[in-house]
């Protein structure tokens, strides 16, 4: 259970989620990297909002959308994550972006609806199906790193050939309380090497 969001954005993070959702894909450390795929204004959860202190955003987290509002990292399409390409374990290339290392960690907080996303820039043209979504996180993570999932659907990454891509670790049900929408996080190890 936890508490209404405390930033005034369309379906920002539940407060305290993040703090929990990064013990659970990094140890907690602030210091490890986890990508926000969309982003929206994450970046933005840090601080003292209605008595409560959040912490959860790190300084070397990035964050990808398209919404150029938000300033993202990447002003990147989700949908496209199968272009980016892995140049070795440590780092990826994104498609006119250059070189950068690949996340520990991947939080994905995708609109959770088609009707939801028509809350959001760019809008339900551009609404990421969750399975590839994870498939393509599961692949551009660290091997062995760790892809969550917040989002009304329980995801399946499904398999390379027979090879299953990623291990599911985790199935939390979220809640901001009574007569509220319950949202599940999954969260996955990456299997690739």
């Given at each position: 259970?936890l508490?209404?969001?405390?930033?005034?954005?369309?379906?920002?993070?539940?407060?305290?989620?993040?703090?929990?959702?990064r013990?659970?894909l990094?140890?907690?450390?602030?210091e490890?990297s986890?990508?926000?795929?969309?982003?929206?204004?994450?970046?933005?959860?840090?601080?003292?909002?209605?008595?409560i202190?959040l912490?959860?955003?790190?300084?070397?987290?990035?964050?990808?959308?398209?919404?150029p509002?938000?300033?993202?990292?990447?002003?990147?399409?989700?949908?496209k994550l199968n272009?980016?390409?892995i140049v070795?374990?440590?780092?990826?290339?994104?498609?006119g972006?250059?070189?950068?290392?690949?996340?520990?960690?991947?939080?994905?907080?995708?609109p959770?609806?088609?009707?939801?996303?028509?809350?959001?820039?760019?809008?339900?043209?551009?609404?990421?199906?969750?399975?590839p979504?994870?498939?393509e996180?599961?692949?551009?993570v660290?091997?062995g790193?760790?892809v969550?999932?917040?989002?009304?659907?329980h995801?399946?990454?499904?398999?390379?050939?027979?090879?299953?891509?990623g291990?599911?670790?985790?199935?939390?049900?979220?809640?901001?309380?009574?007569?509220?929408?319950?949202?599940?996080?999954?969260?996955?190890?990456?299997?690739?090497?």
């Open positions: 259970m508490g209404r969001s405390k930033t005034k954005y369309f379906g920002a993070y539940p407060a305290g989620f993040l703090e929990r959702a013990e659970i990094v140890g907690g450390n602030l490890k986890i990508w926000h795929i969309p982003g929206g204004r994450a970046r933005e959860y840090n601080g003292v909002k209605g008595g202190h912490w959860g955003f790190g300084k070397n987290d990035r964050t990808i959308d398209l919404d509002a938000c300033n993202p990292d990447f002003l990147y399409d989700v949908r272009e980016i390409l070795d374990e440590d780092l990826l290339e994104i498609p972006k250059g070189l950068f290392l690949r996340p520990g960690a991947i939080l994905i907080d995708r959770y609806t088609l009707d939801f996303s028509k809350e959001y820039v760019p809008g339900p043209d551009f609404f990421p199906d969750l399975n979504l994870l498939r996180c599961l692949r551009i660290k091997p790193g760790r969550g999932a917040i989002d009304f659907e995801p399946d990454p499904g398999k390379i050939g027979k090879k299953p891509i291990r599911e670790t985790a199935i939390i049900a979220v809640s901001i309380g009574r007569r509220t929408r319950i949202r599940i996080f999954t969260v996955w190890k990456s299997l690739l090497t």
